[in-house]
């Protein structure tokens, strides 16, 4: 599209917890256009963290908010070919796509962990992501890592 942006879409807050932020982690949740088995995934998955984090005065939904907060990368890098050379340069993350990143980085880690059922899996890597441990944690430090190295090409910004 040259001419015009495309308009952003409305997502409806989900039915539970009344939050946008759970529809859109929803939606990259589901496979296939199966809406309800994602939520009802998510749901279990909040019951889990519930359960497994009695001693914690927060809400599963404050507690998942935090681990989304907590695998958040702020910079990332892009190749950038400055003559012949391909440089990786720092860039400064926009907001929508800081919570888009952390959002597939905490499904992607959830989905590779070993456990019995989907729920079981995600309870485990948002209190993993919590408690600032955990794949997608890791994958946050490796990025701000990354930037960091390259440092010195930041002023091949575009």
């Known amino acids: 599209m040259r001419k015009s942006k495309p308009k952003k879409r409305i997502l409806l807050p989900d039915p539970k917890f009344n939050d946008t932020l759970v529809t ?8 296939d256009g199966k809406k309800s088995t994602a939520y009802s995934v998510f749901y279990e998955a909040m019951d889990m963290v519930e ?11 404050e507690v ?7 695998i958040t990368p702020n910079v990332e890098v892009k190749s950038r070919r400055v003559g012949g050379a391909t440089f990786q340069v720092p860039m400064e993350v926009r907001p929508e796509r800081k919570t888009a990143i952390s959002i597939k980085n905490m499904i992607l880690f959830a989905r590779k962990r070993s456990g019995r059922s989907m729920a079981d899996k995600l309870s485990a890597e948002i209190i993993a992501a919590f408690n600032e441990e955990g794949g997608a944690y890791k994958r946050k430090e490796d990025t ?3 930037a960091e190295a390259n440092r010195a090409f930041a002023h091949f910004r575009f």
């Open 144 to 146: 701000h890592r990354m």
């Open 64 to 70: 998942w908010k935090k681990a989304l907060e907590n």
């Open 24 to 31: 859109r982690f929803v939606n990259d949740l589901m496979v």
């Open 51 to 61: 359960k497994r984090m009695k001693d914690a005065e927060q809400s599963p939904l």
